[in-house]
């Protein structure tokens, strides 16, 4: 019994020792717990408090306290009789009244203003007491200066500190005598001494006088994302413009970008850039593409005027891409080559207008859609084509942003400038060149095998002179030197082909009109004066005895109405040469008359003085006309298919006139060349007889009739389609 009693007792003993230590912690917790912490309102009314005091307290120049204190913006303050209080605890406590205080609440005080909390109360200026100023907390540094005769204005920014280095309110400038103003990417405000404008992009000082400006080319203005962002919305209106309030704080985007949203839009700001504004359709296009960190980059400008009624924004990216606006077609992205087009040709105010619709890739082809037409770039070749089709010669050599030259043109040598005064390097015109100049060369190309293919023909024809041989053409052993020598009806008709020949009753007979009468000679179309018996006439044949009287010579009827000038099939003078140094006309000329320095049917080596003489009539009405009449156009240009002669079968005979076949090519009337320059320069008006319009920029041309045909300005002028085909060009359609 004892010892069951005995273990009870040790049991609450125990029990009542724990309740002790329990106890006796508690009321050391109570005894050793700190006085509660002060509220920051607690803490701003003290501090407020102790400046009031400072000031003279109600007998100062506050006057008697008005309400007690009260949180404002990020901080607090306190009313007086006279004035204010504002207190936060980065920048202590701090007073202001009168047209300082109305100025300070007016632009929307600590809450809604961006230049923050005062530093320093009001005193003072420099100029005296007449003078007063207060300076804030923005990262900018502004300060509120008042005068009795300019009011309180804000200066802030580089041009409080282009003011500070000018020597302030004591300087030569005097005290501000208005606000700032915004014109574009320039600031400016008057003072009561000159101006101070600053530019934001270009980061440079213009002053009134502007030799002050030189004091400040040194100055350090440093950048600031809240400052430049806080310029930026001042700029666009500020809190009563578009943007309206802030919504949060800022954000950053990327490295070193940062951003701020509004109610009616949003800021965007990086150091390369600038601050800019965006707002409306034109913020959700840009953000709809990624925004920043989309491929457009950050904004280069704020929304401005982009003409026939839009707005555009301009963006950072290699291709100077803009974001474009209008009230029908809403925001549409320029970019690259569309733009640097666009541009050229006027942009809004242009013959596109304004853009419909994004840009469309279809292979190597980027085209976009506009108002008035459409633009259409190859990357591969570089080249463009627009809607109206005359509107892509104006963008011949046209740089396209964000793509680099080809390495050829990057590294042409530098051509002399034409003044003389530098170099330069090739543009628009090069390239034209570039054109042209294959195209002469084919031409020349062209016109040199005619030449020699004819020269060949004339020597195998039976244009040699008395004795002479030519291997190509006659056979050693059947040639007779005397029997050729006879004349053109003397012939092998083993060698000569004797159809090929014309007689004499053969010329009479197509001398012969309806009327009986006989048909114009070649020397009255081309008015050559007097020649010998026989010449050589391209295209023209003449057939008869060089003794023969001048009134029975004869020669092919050319093709067509009686009357009619148009030349008969290609045919050549039987053969007797033309004098040394007489003028004689080719259906090819390239000057009209053509000077021969020996007779066109001499050999290389003959000596001249064994031509034996030949009797040449002394007036003769197949030379009457004067020269003046000789075509001096210049050289048509031909395929090289037309410089070869077909078998003359491939015609009736009724079409062709001499031995030799004619060429089946749609041709130009006889004496007429294949092109034409544009008439007194105006390159829409053809020229009598040339109907077809072309460009060597782009290889195209143009018929009557055709879509453009009226609108389209040509560089040359082509006597038909054929003959502008022959020549490489294509059809527009």
Do not use: C
């Given at each position: 019994m004892n010892g069951q009693w005995a273990r009870t007792e040790t049991a609450l003993g125990r029990f009542a020792a724990c309740l002790l230590a329990v106890a006796t912690m508690t009321l050391a917790g109570l005894l050793s717990a700190p006085e509660a912490a002060a509220t920051p309102e607690e803490d701003a009314g003290a501090a407020i408090g102790a400046a009031y005091d400072a000031s003279g307290g109600p007998g100062g120049p506050l006057g008697p306290p008005d309400g007690g204190v009260y949180p404002i913006g990020a901080g607090f303050?306190?009313?007086?009789?006279?004035?204010?209080?504002?207190?936060?605890?980065?920048?202590?406590?701090?007073?202001?009244?009168?047209e300082i205080l109305a100025k300070y609440e007016s632009l929307g005080g600590p809450a809604d203003s961006d230049l923050g909390f005062p530093t320093l109360s009001e005193s003072p200026g420099r100029v005296g007491p007449d003078s007063r100023n207060v300076i804030f907390s923005a990262p900018d540094r502004p300060v509120i200066f008042w005068t009795p005769d300019t009011g309180a204005r804000v200066v802030r920014g580089a041009i409080n500190l282009a003011w500070d280095r000018l020597g302030g309110s004591a300087g030569v400038l005097g005290v501000p005598a208005e606000d700032e103003a915004y014109r574009g990417d320039v600031v400016t405000q008057r003072f009561s001494g000159g101006?101070?404008?600053?530019?934001?992009?270009?980061?440079?000082?213009?002053?009134?006088?502007?030799?002050?400006?030189?004091?400040l080319a040194d100055l350090d203005v440093p950048q600031n994302p809240t400052a430049e962002i806080n310029a930026a919305r001042r700029a666009a209106g500020g809190a009563l413009g578009p943007l309206g309030a802030k919504e949060g704080d800022e954000y950053p985007i990327g490295d070193d970008g940062v951003a701020q949203d509004f109610t009616g839009g949003t800021i965007f700001y990086s150091p390369a850039t600038g601050a800019h504004v965006l707002t409306g359709q034109v913020l959700e296009k840009y953000r709809s593409v990624g925004g920043p960190e989309g491929d457009l980059g950050f904004p280069i400008s704020g929304e401005h005027d982009g003409g026939a009624g839009g707005r555009m924004a301009g963006f950072a990216a290699a291709d100077e891409p803009i974001?474009?606006?209008?009230?029908?077609?809403?925001?549409?992205?320029?970019?690259?080559?569309?733009?640097?087009?666009?541009?050229?040709?006027?942009?809004?105010?242009?013959?596109?207008?304004?853009?419909?619709?994004d840009q469309t890739e279809d292979g190597d082809e980027i085209?976009?859609?506009?108002?008035?037409?459409?633009?259409?770039?190859?990357?591969?070749?570089?080249?463009?084509?627009?809607?109206?089709?005359?509107?892509?010669?104006q963008l011949t050599g046209l740089e396209v942003p964000g793509v680099e030259p080809p390495a050829d043109i990057e590294e042409a040598p530098l051509a002399q400038s034409e003044d003389g005064g530098g170099p330069s390097r090739p543009g628009v015109g090069v390239g034209w060149l570039l054109v042209l100049i294959p195209v002469l060369v084919l031409a020349a190309a062209l016109i040199g095998l005619t030449i020699w293919n004819r020269r060949r023909r004339y020597a195998g024809a039976g244009h040699l002179q008395s004795g002479q041989y030519d291997p190509e053409h006659h056979d050693s052993e059947r040639y007779d030197p005397e029997r050729y020598d006879q004349g053109p009806d003397a012939f092998d008709s083993d060698v000569h082909d004797p159809g090929g020949y014309d007689t004499r009753e053969d010329l009479d007979r197509r001398h012969e009109t309806p009327s009986g009468d006989a048909a114009p000679q070649p020397s009255e179309l081309f008015g050559l004066g007097t020649p010998p018996a026989q010449a050589d006439f391209r295209g023209w044949g003449y057939t008869g005895d060089p003794a023969a009287p001048a009134d029975e010579a004869r020669t092919a009827t050319p093709p067509g109405e009686p009357g009619d000038k148009a030349p008969p099939e290609p045919h050549r003078a039987d053969s007797a040469p033309a004098e040394s140094g007489q003028t004689r006309t080719t259906a090819a000329a390239?000057?009209?008359a053509e000077t021969l320095g020996a007779p066109p049917d001499q050999l290389p080596g003959q000596d001249e003085s064994t031509e034996p003489e030949r009797e040449t009539p002394s007036e003769d009405p197949f030379f009457e006309k004067d020269q003046d009449d000789v075509d001096t156009a210049p050289t048509p240009i031909v395929a090289p298919e037309a410089a070869e002669p077909r078998p003359s079968a491939t015609r009736p005979d009724s079409e062709t006139t001499g031995r030799h076949a004619a060429i089946d090519v749609d041709e130009p009337e006889y004496g007429q060349t294949a092109l034409r320059l544009p008439v007194d320069g105006d390159p829409r008006r053809p020229p009598e007889g040339y109907p077809i319009k072309a460009r060597i920029t782009d290889g195209l041309y143009w018929v009557p009739g055709s879509a453009d045909y009226d609108e389209v300005d040509a560089e040359i002028w082509f006597a038909s389609e054929e003959l502008a085909r022959t020549n490489g060009f294509v059809r527009s359609d």
């Open positions: 303050a306190q009313n007086y009789a006279h004035g204010k209080m504002f207190f936060t605890p980065q920048t202590g406590a701090h007073f202001m009244q009168g101006e101070i404008s600053w530019n934001r992009k270009t980061r440079e000082f213009s002053t009134v006088p502007p030799e002050l400006a030189d004091q974001i474009f606006w209008t009230p029908d077609y809403g925001a549409v992205i320029v970019r690259g080559a569309m733009k640097a087009a666009w541009d050229k040709l006027g942009g809004a105010a242009g013959e596109l207008g304004v853009p419909v619709d085209t976009q859609r506009f108002s008035g037409g459409s633009i259409t770039w190859n990357r591969s070749d570089g080249s463009f084509r627009t809607e109206p089709a005359g509107l892509a010669a390239t000057g009209g």
